[in-house]
């Protein structure tokens, strides 16, 4: 009894280290090429940063934004996706530590979408600060990005479950594909992946997502699971395809196991164009 007891206790503390030592690696980059029906040949190559979960707050600040920043700004990408939980407090408090994602650069502009913790902290002073950073706040709305002829439409949703929370809104996917036109391809930027049994009918192509955190510690991935059937990485339903982030920063206890915090370059192919062709660059 007591050598189980001190052998599961060495377990506990020998994965809680390698935890914590993953958490301080922070967050590696992963690289997923999608191949959708409908995505233009001229934007064959396009390439979507996908940032997610940072959870700027408590324990990660203003240094680990402006690494993230710079990170991200090296990739270079088309767009930037910023897929809620961005902060964990109060805007006026942490104002300074957001600061350095006012440098985030992508092509075609920065796109931020609400998760559950920017509503806990008050999503409309955060989508405020977040417009005054540069990131175009899509709540429940979409626009048209049109590049050498080819165009494609954003649509972002507010979170999920923010319609629980008293009187800042809350996803609505009708308001947000709202007058698209229906050969247009769409991509979806919405929190929860939960979001994707509604949207995968809607006529969207692609939905990026975060809020899981891939279960951030193993083995919580398979709590997650009963709550949301897409825990981390690719899912497919009819024509449209999700990606869930792992997310970039972490929650509540420093530490990640069997699910690494990742910064997502998405590249987008059209069906049949070369995978030799560039980058779009």
Do not use: C
């Amino acid at each position: 009894g007591a050598q189980r007891a001190l052998g599961v206790a060495l377990f506990v503390g020998a994965a809680a280290a390698v935890g914590m030592r993953n958490a301080a690696r922070g967050p590696r980059d992963v690289r997923v090429e999608v191949e959708l029906a409908r995505w233009p040949r001229a934007l064959d190559g396009y390439r979507i940063a996908q940032i997610s979960d940072i959870h700027i707050g408590p324990m990660l600040g203003r240094r680990f934004a402006r690494e993230l920043t710079d990170r991200v700004n090296a990739l270079a990408p088309d767009l930037v996706a910023v897929t809620g939980d961005l902060v964990d407090g109060r805007a006026d408090h942490l104002a300074g530590e957001v600061e350095p994602f006012g440098a985030l650069r992508g092509r075609d502009g920065v796109f931020f979408v609400t998760g559950n913790h920017d509503f806990y902290s008050g999503a409309d002073v955060w989508s405020e600060r977040m417009r005054a950073l540069g990131m175009r706040v899509m709540r429940n709305e979409s626009v048209v990005v049109e590049r050498g002829g080819a165009r494609f439409a954003v649509a972002g949703v507010d979170d999920h479950r923010a319609a629980m929370l008293p009187g800042e809104g809350g996803e609505d996917l009708e308001a947000a594909l709202a007058g698209l036109p229906d050969d247009l391809p769409v991509v979806l930027l919405a929190h929860d992946p939960s979001t994707f049994k509604r949207a995968h009918r809607m006529g969207i192509d692609l939905q990026l997502s975060g809020h899981t955190h891939g279960g951030q510690i193993w083995p919580f991935r398979y709590l997650v699971r009963l709550a949301v059937p897409f825990v981390e990485g690719r899912y497919r339903r009819g024509a449209a395809e999700l990606y869930v982030s792992r997310g970039t920063g972490f929650w509540g206890p420093p530490m990640r196991l069997g699910a690494p915090a990742e910064i997502t370059e998405i590249v987008l192919r059209a069906p049949g164009a070369s995978t030799a062709t560039g980058s779009n660059r």
